[in-house]
T-cell receptor
Framework: GEDVEQSLFLSVREGDSSVINCTYT??????LYWYKQEPGAGLQLLTY?????DMKQDQRLTVLLNKKDKHLSLRIADTQTGDSAIYFC???????????FGTGTQLKVEL | GAVVSQHPSWVICKSGTSVKIECRSL??????MFWYRQFPKQSLMLMAT?????????EQGVEKDKFLINHASLTLSTLTVTSAHPEDSSFYIC?????????FGPGTRLTVT
């Protein structure tokens, strides 16, 4: 089955850019998502990208997809303390419903 | 974005009792809803996929008689934890699918004493 991996922890200074990485194993994954989870809360959909795209930008967020290497990244520009949270990437096959989640990356933003 | 609510947000129950958790899509209709379980500092584990008007599809290892799912309408799915035990204590999160997007509820913290 699909396996999605992320680094567990990332620490950045306020104002810097954050880059959160994700790798997946199933080349038939068609949709790739980024979610944010704050303590004790559900998941907030940040953005998603189709596998036929290389990049998607939405305000401070930039998603890069390297389909050949099955590597996805989320760049947060001008990181703020409010960005501190756990970030999950997730994949889904076209025509399917099931999301496969990564392990989550804890982002800590320091002053 | 679309809004999904869950009720209650937290519940404490005694061992052996049953607990019902509701998941509602507030501003859209969802033919498919999902129930996840999340342990502390871990990722989400899909428990079951709930389709309106039909039986839920459970993931391997999830007891369907213990975790009863009902998707009675296009905006409501319920999860009932029957005969709860302390090991059922967890954070339960639902989500609802619309188009290519899946929106999550705020989660329900269940503590079984």
């Amino acid at each position: 089955g699909e396996d999605v991996e992320q680094s567990l922890f990332l620490s950045v200074r306020e104002g810097d850019s954050s880059v959160i990485n994700c790798t997946y194993t199933d080349s038939s994954s068609t949709y790739l998502y980024w979610y944010k989870q704050e303590p004790g809360a559900g998941l907030q959909l940040l953005t998603y990208i189709f596998s036929n795209m290389d990049m998607k930008q939405d305000q401070r967020l930039t998603v890069l997809l390297n389909k050949k290497d099955k590597h996805l990244s989320l760049r947060i520009a001008d990181t703020q303390t409010g960005d501190s949270a756990i970030y999950f990437c997730a994949s889904r096959k076209g025509g399917g419903n099931k999301l496969t989640f990564g392990t989550g990356t804890q982002l800590k933003v320091e002053l | 974005g679309a809004v999904v609510s869950q009720h209650p947000s937290w519940v404490i129950c005694k061992s052996g009792t049953s607990v019902k958790i509701e998941c509602r899509s507030l501003d859209f209709q969802a033919t498919t809803m999902f129930w996840y379980r999340q342990f502390p500092k871990q990722s989400l584990m899909l428990m079951a996929t709930s389709n309106e008007g039909s039986k839920a599809t459970y993931e391997q290892g999830v007891e369907k008689d213990k975790f009863l799912i009902n998707h009675a309408s296009l905006t409501l799915s319920t999860l009932t934890v029957t005969s709860a035990h302390p090991e059922d204590s967890s954070f339960y999160i639902c989500s609802a699918k619309t188009g290519d997007e899946q929106y999550f509820g705020p989660g329900t913290r269940l503590t079984v004493t």
